[in-house]
């Protein structure tokens, strides 16, 4: 089975720049998480959807920050404008079902450096 | 709040030795308890999870972890540690309520030397 699948791998681009990470969760999964990691903070919850729906969002740093999950297969992260701090490891995770204790399985990541 | 504690941000372990990786969580209600492993530039894997019964969970690549609810730990162990173990591992919890997220301790930077 395909897992969660993210592009871009990697991305560098210049500062005041759009930058659109992508997502597909794995089918059939109704959660769908948003989650930076720096060496700084570690690991944070960026935002979080339920049924394409945006539960909580508190996680998202700024107005810069916008997501976005138009279907059940989709969902974008987009930071506009981009800056240095922005610079991490953006992971896309799904889980499946209302069972709090059920895996929630992340992508690989796309790696974001921003210059 | 809804906590996890890793207290060591390095493990040093000898190949074929035992290792343990320590969490302790603090959270209001029954938690479920989650470890991922993250390997250089690789997204997190999932390992193993407690979520009621035994209080020994056994997980992959040999990995077990045992609940302990009155010390509010859930140490990651292995009886004996490979050189390919090295990587990081975040103890993570769900408290169980519906919002369904992951509270994910710092990590420990696990090494296996030969």
């Known amino acids: 089975d395909a897992g969660v699948i993210q592009s871009p791998r990697h991305e560098v681009t210049e500062m005041g720049q759009e930058v659109t990470l992508r997502c597909k969760p794995i089918s059939g999964h109704d959660y769908l998480f948003w989650y930076r990691q720096t060496m700084m903070r570690g690991l944070e919850l960026l935002i979080y959807?339920?049924?394409?729906?945006?539960?909580?969002d508190s996680g998202m740093p700024e107005d810069r920050f916008s997501a976005k999950m138009p279907n059940a297969s989709f969902s974008t992260l987009k930071i506009q404008p981009s800056e240095p701090r922005d610079s991490a490891v953006y992971f896309c995770a799904s889980r499946t079902g209302r069972l709090s204790g059920n895996t929630i399985y992340f992508g690989e990541g796309s790696w974001l450096t921003v210059v | 709040a809804q906590s996890v504690a890793q207290p060591e941000d390095q493990v040093n372990v000898a190949e074929g030795n035992p290792l343990t990786v320590k969490c302790t969580y603090s959270v209001s209600g029954n938690p479920y308890l989650f470890w991922y492993v993250q390997y250089p530039n690789r997204g997190l894997q999932f390992l193993l999870k407690y979520i009621t019964g035994d209080n020994l969970v056994k997980g992959s690549y040999g990995f077990e972890a045992e609940f302990n609810k009155s010390q509010t730990s859930f140490h990651l162990k292995k009886p004996s540690a490979l050189v390919s173990d090295s990587a990081l591992y975040f103890c993570?919890?769900?408290?169980?309520?519906?919002?369904?997220?992951?509270?994910f301790g710092k990590g420990t930077k696990l090494s296996v030397k030969p």
């Open positions: 959807f339920n049924n394409n729906v945006p539960i909580d």
């Open positions: 993570a919890v769900n408290y169980g309520g519906s919002q369904g997220n992951l509270i």
